[in-house]
Structure formats: structure tokens, C-alpha cells
């Protein structure tokens, strides 16, 4: 509850960057005691959502808009790392479950319900891995696209969504490449997907895609 809490406190910006995370006073806020909250305070550590500093103690962390190029080469790394694997591991009733969070991105996109679309979107991509069996790349998938809605929701508020028909098409294209076993498709779509995206929230705010991404 307390790593919930404090989780959604930072990634729906109620705690800001900078902020100190007093262990007695959330845990008088929270009505605990001092050790969940510590152990909380370790795992958002984990996840680079907090800092400890010296001096101060535990900090929640700022993310520069820089980070974007990073982000988005790691994560489309860990994809064309996961479908390499993937592809021969992928089953009919698989596709089934991604064809579930694709039909609940359309839904949501139809009924403008983004933070419907946010989770669904996650959950398809953080689905590839778990039916995989990757359970690191799933871990490190799901943690950087933690990072990218943080950094999202920090220093591009106000930044329209790329194209939802665009995306729902290549999660279609993604469904069908495994379907088919056809890793040079997905490899590609993979590159495209996070390449779209990027390069769609720099024009956004005015600035040019770097030379790596």
C-alpha cells in the first residue's frame, strides 16, 4: 500500500523532483509504521524514482528531457532483444492476450480515456515478454516505460500523443509478425515504433532527433 501510494504520489507529479522523503512523516501521514515505509523507499530506489542523497536522505529523483533519446534506444533494444526470443516461443492462445490489450487501445482511444490507453498500451507491450518467458526483459521493459511516462508527464505536458491509428496499426503488425514467426517484421517494427514516437515529441517542442536514434 505504501509503495503504491508513494509511486503513484511521484508519477502523478504530487510529489515533485527534489522533494525529501521524510520516513517518520509519511509514515504518520500513512498511518504505519517506519518499516514499509523504508522498504518502499528501497524498491522506488530500484527504479530510480528516488534518491538517497548525502545529508539529506531519500530525494525523489529529477529526469531531464534529455533523457528521451536514451530511453527510447533502450527500449527499442530490449524489444528487438525480446522478439528474437519470442518469435519461437509464441503460441496461438498468446496472441489472443495481445489481441485483448490491442482491442482495449482502440476502446479507449474511441472514448478519449488516455490514462485507459496508458495502461493497455503497457500491458501490451510488457505482455510480449511475460508470455515469453523473459522475466528480466519484462522487469527492465516495464521499468523504462515507467521512466518515459514520467519524463512524459514532468516536461512534455501539453505534448499531443502521436497518432493512436498509427501505433494501433503497428501493435496489429507486431500480432501478426508473431503469428507468422517473421522476425525481420518485427525487428523493423520494433525500430519504427519507438523511432515514431520519439521523433514526434522532439518536433513537438521544436527540437531535431539526435544522429543515434
Not at 521512466?147 to 512534455?156: I, K
Not at 514467426?181 to 519507438?194: K, M, V
Request: charged share 25%; hydrophobic share 40%.
Amino acid at each position: 500500500m505504501v509503495l503504491h501510494a508513494l509511486r503513484s504520489e511521484i508519477m502523478g507529479g504530487q510529489l515533485q523532483p527534489g522533494t525529501r522523503l521524510v520516513i517518520d512523516d509519511i509514515a504518520k501521514r500513512m498511518n504505519v509504521s517506519p518499516i514499509p515505509v523504508r522498504e518502499a523507499l528501497q524498491v522506488l530506489q530500484s527504479e530510480r524514482l528516488v534518491e538517497v542523497r548525502p545529508h539529506i536522505g531519500a530525494v525523489v529523483t529529477d529526469i531531464t528531457p534529455e533523457a528521451i533519446q536514451e530511453i527510447f534506444l533502450l527500449l527499442e533494444s530490449l524489444e528487438i532483444a525480446v522478439f528474437r526470443l519470442a518469435v519461437e516461443r509464441f503460441h496461438p492462445e498468446h496472441l489472443d492476450q495481445l489481441k485483448i490489450y490491442h482491442e482495449g487501445m482502440i476502446s479507449a482511444a474511441a472514448q478519449g480515456d488516455e490514462e485507459r490507453w496508458i495502461v493497455q498500451n503497457a500491458g501490451f507491450h510488457t505482455a510480449i515478454p511475460t508470455l515469453a518467458n523473459l522475466p528480466r526483459a519484462r522487469e527492465m521493459i516495464a521499468r523504462t516505460g515507467t521512466e518515459w511516462e514520467r519524463l512524459r508527464r514532468l516536461r512534455f505536458q501539453g505534448v499531443s500523443r502521436p497518432d493512436s491509428a498509427q501505433a494501433h496499426a503497428e501493435h496489429a503488425q507486431m500480432i501478426q509478425a508473431l503469428a507468422d514467426r517473421d522476425l525481420p517484421t518485427l525487428e523493423t517494427l520494433a525500430r519504427d515504433h519507438n523511432r515514431h514516437a520519439y521523433t514526434h515529441y522532439l518536433g513537438q517542442v521544436g527540437q531535431k532527433p539526435e544522429s543515434g536514434l
